[in-house]
DNA sequence: GAGCACTGC
């Protein structure tokens, strides 16, 4: 039943053929007997003349063709990996590069120095490798390091049609790279593998590829499946039409696993406990507990969602109190041969062993959420009943508002999960919505890349310098400091464009090459100050992987599991309001939880029992542990005289360290401080308790699980907003209001220096200093005056001219300070313009830029080279000698300037 | 006073 092949698009004359080359591959004869029952396999001919014809090539086929493990095969055979080049091929998921890297490698007879994997954390390349399975992101990081990929002949990019972000961005700049290869003389293949029905993402698009490149299509060898739609659609109760649709299945059909889609944790959990009271087996362990439970996601869904129904099936009171006689009429059971079979993906190498056989009569069914969609293949699925839903995460890109809803999935998605039924037999595929809902679907989900923030690629772009328009993006990144500011000068028009196209600066290098967010890779590039890094690590890593604590908050179905559900929040709640502890520790606020928890965890050798006991996921701590591992490496490499490492007893911050880190997370996240508003303006009920955000109208809150939620501290910092019941800000910090002018300095807007208490002169910076009050940006909030570098501008040289008059910069200048005409306070009053001595002082010091202590020495220094070089290694400061010369120079030559304000008599005695 | 799908460096 396979798609036939059209020929590949050749060019009119075809480049003289070259040598054949064959590199010898010793499989075993099993092997070679399943790989010819492979559709790919009869077209082996046809993609490696398009290979050798053309620098893109485009293979569209689903999954089940085995192009994935056969094409590099093919590439090997002919040469491609043999010499100095290697064959590149890229997985949107970690699982899938690691497996297939094993597969091919078997498939082979090839160890695993030869056919290797790379993810983020782990690898096994050697030098000896020549075929290299890894994640896209993997691929992204060694473009940053080797723009033209110099060690691959060929680069494979695997399941394109998912759109992933990293996956888009690699076809982006490969689309570039092979041209330039090309130029060198060192060609680069590239081939495409996609889904037939996303093919035209990549070949229609003009300005990834002028020429169109050819399209090879393969069948595939998957089992025919019968779809079969509902007649009506229920308008919410998707999850009571499986239950009834599942019921019916098991009691008419024959033996067969049944795969259940369902949009959350809770219908998962709540429709197995429906089943399993409705079909009773033995006990079936508590998702929460048990020894088997190795992770939480895999297990959750293994454990709880497998439910093995029995034959001899109890009586179905709720399948039986079914109202709806088209939806429970026998009808839409059909087995009859439908037109309606649709291939699907659904050949994911290396089974997940987490799905145990169903015991004997019984029958498996697996209730899940988009998971088995891609992620996980579970074998002996015959029946697939689809809600036609799933969750997802909406991401307001101007507020920066999180929001999870369940919304109609694409006919793409509906049709790889109706595949799922075709894997091992012929299958049905049940959805749970009629044909006219179906053809209402979008095509496809929208590309990854249009849901997401991108403040992290575009950093990863500048750091290739690619330029790329998306301002808001760099507008946080100037923020952070990582881009040089454009000028302010200049139309409106020139600024905007200067905006777009600022350099990379070199904080923005070392944080591009932090792998995380760069709200977090600036934390991290701040924590080298203040001996905090190992904290800012774990926190970085903690805050990344998210989501560190289990969900108990689940319906429950009777009282002994509410008691029990109850039992575990108390001690989670408990844990965590110890972690946070008292004082400074607690200003630190949710993200002293976490690194509390992660610093407990570790001290307990991150065990299971321990995750277990005190409501922490497991697979999280264990992604944590390897996160801290990789950011401790990549910070020695950047900063080698820190020599960190990774120390399981870490001790818990200091009180001083802690109110570091809480800098550190106002200077990464200045963009998401929120203030209470104070209870004397809150008009309005609905703004109780309630913080104002820079970005949003509407009052959001602290959320009850945050250990903050009853402190109610004036200022705080979010990690994210979710919006649920109400807008909940989540993961909270305190901060300090006076933090914000001197951290945040481009989030604030200053008001004059003040004159009281007036400007002073810092003898540790040389400096003019002064205190200044600001108000926060977009809201105005009034923040504390602080103590701060004077403004450049005429008035700083003015403060300087004085205190250097008064004798604070060089201190031996006090003892002239009293035969001055007249005081050096009239250089502030203003009227002193109408002295010349004190106008011409003034524009003397600013001539020459002098307006902080250091600048006066280089003056001096730069005038005087011959004379004085000698005498300026000693500290001029302290030493009276240098201290008259350099009055007497300032007097007679260069800047002429005390000479009009000095009074004659005591510039005689002096020269 | 609550309830979040999945994935990658």
Redesign the pocket.
Same mark, same amino acid.
């Given at each position: 039943n396979s798609i036939p092949v059209p020929p590949p698009r050749s060019p009119p004359t075809l480049p003289p053929s070259q040598p054949a080359i064959f590199i010898p591959v010793d499989r075993s004869p099993e092997i070679q007997e399943a790989r010819l029952l492979l559709p790919i396999l009869a077209e082996e001919q046809v993609v490696m003349e398009a290979v050798t014809h053309n620098r893109v090539v485009v293979i569209s086929g689903e999954t089940g063709s085995g192009k994935t493990t056969q094409v590099p095969q093919f590439l090997y055979e002919a040469g491609y990996a043999s010499g100095d080049g290697i064959i590149g091929v890229t997985e949107?998921?970690? %699982?899938a590069a690691v497996s297939m890297s094993q597969r091919v490698a078997k498939e082979m007879n090839l160890s695993d120095r030869v056919v290797s994997y790379q993810? $983020?954390y782990e690898g096994n390349t050697t030098e000896n490798t020549k075929i290299k399975f890894m @994640? &896209?992101? %993997?691929l992204?990081?060694e473009i940053q390091r080797d723009f033209l990929l110099t060690k691959y002949k060929v680069i494979i990019i695997d399941e394109a049609h998912e759109r992933s972000?990293?996956t888009d961005i690699l076809i982006g700049l490969l689309s570039r790279i092979v041209p330039l290869r090309a130029k060198r003389g060192r060609p680069l293949k590239l081939i495409i593998m996609s889904a037939t029905l996303r093919v035209e993402d990549f070949t229609a698009n003009e300005s990834l590829f002028p020429a169109r490149p050819p399209v090879i299509e393969v069948g595939t060898r998957q089992f025919a499946v019968t779809v079969h739609f509902n007649k009506r659609t229920p308008l919410d109760d998707y999850a009571g039409e499986a239950f009834r649709k599942i019921c019916k299945i098991h009691r008419m059909l024959p033996p067969g696993g049944i795969l259940v889609f369902l949009t959350?944790?809770?219908e998962v959990h709540s429709l197995c406990r429906r089943l399993r009271r409705s079909f009773p087996h033995r006990p079936v362990p508590d998702p929460g507990e048990g020894e088997g439970r190795k992770s939480q @996601?895999w297990i959750d869904l293994a454990n709880y969602s497998s439910v093995p129904l029995e034959e001899e099936e109890a009586e179905d009171r709720e399948a039986g109190s079914d109202g709806d006689g088209e939806a429970g009429s026998e009808a839409d059971l059909d087995l009859g041969d439908g037109d309606g079979a649709e291939a699907g993906e659904c050949l994911t190498p290396g089974v997940s062993p987490v799905f145990r056989p169903a015991p004997g009569g019984t029958r498996l069914c697996v209730v899940a @959420? !988009?998971?088995a969609e891609t992620?996980l293949t579970i074998p002996g699925i015959k029946y697939v009943v689809d809600c036609g839903k799933?969750?997802? $995460?909406f991401y307001d890109q101007l507020t920066g508002v999180s929001t999870?809803r369940v919304t109609w999935i694409s006919q793409a998605s509906a049709n790889q999960r109706a595949g799922r039924a075709g894997r091992t037999e012929p299958g049905h595929c049940y959805r749970l919505y009629s044909s006219a809902v179906f053809a209402d679907f979008e095509e496809f989900s929208p590309a990854e890349i249009t849901r997401r923030p991108v403040d &992290?690629l575009v950093l990863q772009m500048k750091d290739l310098n690619i330029e790329k328009s998306l301002v808001s993006a760099e507008e946080l990144l100037i923020s952070l400091g990582a881009l040089v500011e454009p000028l302010q000068t200049g139309r409106y028009k020139e600024l905007e464009r200067a905006k777009l196209s600022c350099p990379i600066s070199p904080l923005g290098r070392a944080m591009a090459s932090f792998?995380?967010?760069p709200r977090y890779a600036k934390m991290l590039a701040l924590s080298r100050q203040h001996d905090c890094m190992q904290y800012a690590i774990t926190l970085v890593s903690a805050l990344?992987v998210r989501?560190l604590f289990e969900e108990f !908050?689940r319906p429950a179905v009777n009282e002994e599991e509410t008691q029990k559900l109850k039992g575990k $929040?108390a001690r989670v709640a408990q844990m965590q309001r110890i972690w946070a502890g008292q004082g400074v520790s607690l200003k630190l606020g949710d993200l002293m939880v976490v690194l509390g928890a992660v610093g407990a965890c570790e001290f307990a050798g991150c065990t299971l029992h321990f995750c277990t006991q005190n409501g922490l996921r497991y697979k999280a701590m264990l992604e944590i542990r390897r996160l801290r591992a990789q950011l401790t490496n990549a910070t020695n490499a950047i900063y080698p005289e820190a020599g960190l490492f990774v120390d399981p007893k870490m001790k818990p911050p200091l009180e001083s360290q802690v109110t570091m880190l809480r800098q550190m997370v106002l200077a990464g996240l200045g963009d998401q401080v929120a203030r209470r508003l104070p209870p004397g303006e809150v008009l309005e009920d609905k703004w109780r308790?309630a913080y104002k955000t820079p970005l949003l109208d509407d009052p959001v809150f602290i959320?009850?699980?945050s250990v903050l939620?009853k402190q109610l501290p004036e200022f705080v910092v979010y990690q994210e907003i979710?919006e649920?019941?109400?807008m909940?800000m989540?993961g909270l910090t305190e901060i300090e209001a006076e933090w914000i002018p001197l951290l945040l300095p481009r989030y604030t807007h200053f008001e004059k220096p003040l004159e009281s208490p007036p400007p002073s002169y810092c003898p540790d910076t040389g400096r003019v200093r002064c205190h200044r009050a600001s108000t926060f940006y977009r809201v105005g909030w009034q923040l504390p005056a602080v103590e701060m570098d004077y403004p450049e501008g005429l008035d700083r040289f003015k403060h300087f001219a004085k205190f250097l008059l008064e004798g604070k910069v060089i201190k031996k200048f006090a003892s002239y300070t009293s035969c001055l005409l007249s005081s050096p306070a009239v250089l502030l009053k203003t009227w002193a313009k109408l002295q010349p001595r004190t106008d011409i002082l003034l524009q003397a010091l600013a001539s020459e830029g002098v307006d902080c202590r250091e600048a006066l020495l280089t003056t001096w220094k730069k005038s005087n080279q011959c004379e004085y070089n000698r005498r300026l290694d000693l500290d001029v400061l302290h030493c009276g000698l240098c201290a008259e010369e350099l009055y007497r120079w300032l007097c007679s030559v260069d800047l002429l300037l005390a000479l009009c304000v000095v009074n004659r008599c005591s510039v005689e005695t002096t020269q």
């Open positions: 949107p998921r970690r %699982v993810i $983020r @994640t &896209d992101g %993997v992204l990081k972000v990293y959350g944790q809770a @996601t @959420t !988009n998971v992620s799933s969750k997802r $995460r999870f &992290d792998p995380v967010a990344t989501e !908050n $929040r308790n959320h009850p699980s939620f979710v649920t019941s109400k909940y989540k």
